[in-house]
């Protein structure tokens, strides 16, 4: 296959140009400037289409600009975009029902960004420690994992193990115990070492995509499980990429035969078209919260809802051709392909339905310059911790696209050999 993508065009170029001027320069994204998408493609500003196997970090996992999603929004945009929760609204109740429903949970809390759900069930977790478990005031401590992601906000970085993420932001907030994750401590005996009678929480990716789409080995998470019921302890199982269809499951928890206590969601809950993210749990957690305790301007903002609501009502669809079936369909194929690469540039492959972390050989390249060349293929993909690809197609692609970018990164790497 040959290039798509030559010389960074005039066009492109000038857009570069405002970003490096105007805007912080926290990312580094690869010199493609989208200006249309639909379904799993994406058109720049030279017309050039690209496959995206990105979906915005999952937050797309039902494509771009999906009709149902859109047409959910179109009906909210004519109605009602915003009361703040000073007042009720009247899609705020049946999304939250919806939601809670889908998971088999008493009460949702809903928000904007993952970070902010990330941060509210932190929150809830020590007031239901101090409330509910007894445990004195200004002790509550919760467990967390070695490169675990679960955003960019002061307290969450604190925690990470991600020198870049951390590296002078400090001074942190106290209260966090890290351990190793998953291949790590199979058996989860660090874990339990670490816990105290302080300890009111385990916060924990089910599977952990920032690390590079890190698998844990069977059993792990039922004894995460196990430990936390001996200890009194919540787990908080943060699903905001795993979640929502992203593994071929509903869950990557349950998928693993586990409840957690606490779900957090985001990304894709908001269809790719608004941020809304949501903490769910059962009433006895969630009912620690109280007028005045917690809230956001735009949490359970209406026109979030309507889409969310749509977004329950296609996760809802268990049949042959629900958007579930077709992420575990494209998941056999994304596997099955990339297992054929290894040894021909590919030093291991990690994945979880339609979803792989991909470590490339060095020798062919950093995972930036390796994405850097899919996307001269027409393929975008996110590079991570060097070398590493990662790969998350939209759920409503083909088996034919998957078949499309797998052979635009065998083309890289041998071409690369």
């Known amino acids: 296959m040959t290039s798509t993508l030559p010389a960074v065009s005039e066009a492109t170029a000038r857009h570069e140009q405002l970003m490096e001027t105007y805007s912080a320069h926290n990312y580094h994204p690869l010199p493609v400037v989208v200006v249309r998408a639909e379904g799993a493609w994406a058109t720049d500003v030279d017309g050039r289409s690209y496959l995206d196997c990105l979906a915005g970090y999952s937050a797309l996992n039902f494509g771009h600009r999906h009709p149902a999603l859109v047409a959910a929004a179109h009906r909210q945009l004519d109605r009602l975009t915003l009361t703040s929760r000073a007042f009720g609204n009247d899609r705020i109740g049946p999304f939250c029902a919806d939601l809670a429903r889908l998971l088999g949970k008493d009460m949702v809390l809903p928000m904007n960004t993952g970070a902010e759900a990330v941060e509210s069930g932190l929150k809830v977790a020590r007031k239901w420690g101090y409330e509910v478990r007894g445990v ?19 307290t969450i970085v604190g925690f990470s193990t991600d020198p870049q993420a951390r590296g002078g932001f400090g001074p942190f907030t106290p209260g966090f ?10 058996e989860a005996q660090a874990l339990a070492a670490a816990m105290t009678p302080d300890t009111v929480a385990v916060l924990l990716e089910p599977v952990q995509g920032e690390a590079g789409v890190i698998v844990p080995p069977p059993g792990y998470l039922a004894a995460v499980r196990r430990i936390c019921d001996r200890a009194g302890a919540l787990l908080i199982a943060d699903e905001v990429q795993s979640g929502l269809g992203r593994t071929g499951n509903l869950l990557a928890t349950r998928a693993a035969g586990v409840e957690a206590d606490v ?3 985001g990304k894709a809950l908001g269809g790719g078209i608004v941020p809304l993210s949501a903490v769910v749990a059962d009433e006895p957690v969630l009912g620690v919260l109280r007028p005045g305790q917690h809230g956001s301007t735009f949490g359970g903002n209406p026109l979030a809802c309507a889409v969310g609501s749509a977004v329950v009502e296609l996760l809802s669809d268990s049949g042959p051709d629900g958007v579930l079936a077709r992420a575990r369909e494209l998941g056999a194929v994304l596997s099955g392909r990339l297992a054929e690469l290894v040894g021909h540039g590919v030093v291991a492959v990690r994945s979880a339905g339609p979803w792989a972390g991909i470590d490339v050989d060095p020798r062919r390249g950093s995972g930036h310059e390796v994405c850097a060349a899919l996307a001269r293929r027409g393929v975008l993909a996110k590079d991570t911790h060097g070398a590493t690809l990662r790969m998350s197609p939209p759920l409503v692609a083909t088996p034919a696209e998957i078949e499309f970018a797998v052979d635009a990164l065998a083309e890289v790497l041998a071409a690369r050999g």
């Open 177 to 186: 115990d890290v351990v190793p994750y998953g291949p790590d401590d199979p």
């Open 263 to 265: 779900y957090l969601l």
């Open 136 to 154: 004195p005031e200004g002790r509550a401590r919760i467990v967390v994992m070695a490169g675990g992601f679960h955003g960019r906000t002061t």
